[in-house]
C-alpha cells in the first residue's frame, strides 16, 4: 500500500472511528472531542484549539444540518493539508497559484 493510500484510509478511520453510533456524521460535541484528540501538534493546536471550534463547525456545515458529514469533512482535511504546507514551506499563501508558471501570482509582473 502507498503512503497515500494510509494516509487516506487513516483519515477515513479517524472520522469513522469518532462519529456516533449508528452515524456517517458527526455532530459538534463529536467534532470538537475529534479535534482536541486528533490535533495535537503544537503548531496546529495552539491555534485550532485556542480558536472557536462552533464557528469552525459552523462553517464546515455547508449544508447547515447540525452535522459533518464525509465531504464536509474532507473540506477539513484539505484546509489542515493547505496551512501545513504553507508553514513548513512558508508557500502557497493567496496570489500564488500559477505565478511558478508564468501566471499573475504573487510577484508576477503586469503587462
Same mark, same amino acid.
Given at each position: ?16 472511528? %469518532?462519529?456516533?453510533? $449508528?452515524? $456517517?456524521?458527526?455532530? *459538534? ?10 490535533? /495535537?501538534?503544537? %503548531? ?7 480558536? $472557536?471550534? /462552533? ?5 464546515? $456545515?455547508? %449544508? ?8 464536509? =469533512? ?10 501545513? =504546507?504553507?508553514?513548513?514551506? %512558508? ?16 510577484? *508576477?509582473?503586469?503587462?
Amino acid at each position: 500500500m502507498g503512503e497515500l493510500d494510509q494516509v487516506i484510509e487513516q483519515c477515513v478511520e479517524i472520522f469513522v472511528k %469518532n462519529c456516533g453510533e $449508528d452515524s $456517517d456524521c458527526l455532530n *459538534a460535541k463529536e467534532f470538537k472531542g475529534m479535534m482536541e484528540k486528533e490535533v /495535537t501538534a503544537s %503548531n496546529y493546536k495552539g491555534k485550532l484549539l485556542k480558536g $472557536d471550534l /462552533t464557528e469552525a463547525f459552523d462553517r464546515l $456545515d455547508k %449544508n447547515k444540518d447540525e452535522e459533518i458529514n464525509i465531504q464536509e =469533512y474532507s473540506r477539513l482535511i484539505s484546509i489542515l493539508i493547505k496551512a501545513y =504546507y504553507r508553514k513548513k514551506y %512558508n508557500r502557497g499563501g493567496k496570489g500564488g497559484r500559477g505565478a511558478k508558471r508564468g501566471g499573475k501570482g504573487e510577484g *508576477a509582473e503586469e503587462d
